[in-house]
């Protein structure tokens, strides 16, 4: 298993914990600690000196595609599953992946998403996640039946696939993930999500750490459209275009003296109101602040995806950069 580990300190002795818990025994933890100003690496180091299964790499770029390529260098496991720190697997994980994965002969499977906040925004942004109005149709936010799907939440890889494929691409500082799946089902291979694969995702806790991630998602989207067209949906473009919207509006309002701009985001917060009404919610306080967050969510990425048009080369160099697939890629 495959833990990469940046300014988690906080949550990464949670996660071990439920790994050394499963019904099968892993092999092997490997904790791949990039540069972080809260002691994950001494919290990581503490793990290894309790845990003889537990080992540390360092990950000197610091980005999660690198993670993960310092790890699985040299490893020999057959299977290899990636677990990102801020997320808790159920305890027959290991075992319910292997058994989906020899039934199905899928190249990755994983489960869907299950987000749990521990602040009210966080629970607010766990409610946005479990909404359509909030994630549109993406696969793994919703459960249903076990099924073929384009990408999974974390996943359970034979590691001959990655093998096949190659490297993760570190020079997409997000999204790196999609790129992967993407070359999988290039290569004629499956993922599967079966909803008993089980996890659960813990949400950030604040409004400016939910806007710097979601500005990252929407600005690392165009960086793998550049190389990856064919993984890019519609439903991605809908925040840019609302951005616009918004922008267009705002423009009338100060030019004609007429509220378009409150009329717009009047109609927006009728919509959110309704699915905050409609989506599963964890206390009155999420449901309150499901608004706001899910706008900060839909800002972010919009803006993002606009500010990486407009650096369209320098996102497309990124990805497309021998140094960025070796980890040492640029942030923007």
């Not at 994965?101 to 987000?115: E, F, L, S, W």
């Not at 359509?132 to 459960?143: D, R």
């Not at 993002?304 to 990124?318: D, E, Y």
Request: proline residues 4%; contains cysteine.
């Amino acid at each position: 298993m495959i833990v990469p580990a940046r300014n988690c300190a906080n949550l990464l002795v949670a996660c071990i914990a439920q790994i050394l818990k499963q019904t099968r025994k892993v092999d092997e933890i490997v904790i791949s600690v990039g540069p972080s100003v809260d002691g994950t690496a001494d919290v990581a180091q503490a793990l290894a000196a309790d845990v003889d299964t537990v080992r540390v790499v360092r990950n000197p770029a610091g980005d999660r595609g690198s993670a993960l390529n310092v790890a699985l260098d040299g490893l020999e496991s057959q299977f290899v599953a990636m677990v990102d720190a801020q997320s808790l697997i159920e305890l027959d994980y290991i075992d319910t992946a292997l058994r989906v994965i020899d039934q199905t002969g899928a190249a990755v499977v994983g489960g869907p998403m299950r987000p749990r906040g521990r602040t009210a925004i966080g629970r607010a942004m766990a409610a946005a996640l479990r909404s359509p109005f909030g994630v549109g149709n993406s696969q793994f936010h919703f459960g249903g039946a076990a099924r073929e799907v384009e990408s999974v939440y974390l996943g359970v890889y034979r590691r001959a696939a990655l093998q096949t494929v190659g490297p993760y691409n570190a020079g997409l500082l997000r999204t790196e993930d999609d790129d992967m799946n993407a070359r999988l089902r290039a290569s004629d291979m499956r993922l599967w999500m079966d909803p008993a694969i089980r996890s659960t995702y813990l949400c950030r806790s604040t409004l400016r750490e939910v806007w710097s991630q979601y500005y990252g998602y929407g600005y690392w989207k165009v960086a793998l459209g550049t190389i990856r067209p064919e993984a890019i949906r519609l439903r991605q473009f809908v925040p840019a275009v609302f951005v616009l919207g918004l922008t267009a509006a705002a423009a009338t309002s100060a030019l004609a003296w007429w509220p378009t701009v409150f009329v717009v985001l009047g109609i927006y917060v009728a919509f959110g109101v309704t699915a905050a009404l409609l989506a599963p919610a964890d206390g009155l306080a999420a449901r309150l602040l499901f608004v706001p967050v899910v706008l900060t969510m839909h800002l972010a990425y919009g803006i993002g995806s606009l500010a990486g048009l407009v650096s369209w080369r320098h996102v497309a160099a990124a990805a497309k950069s021998d140094s960025g697939r070796r980890g040492t890629g640029v942030r923007p």
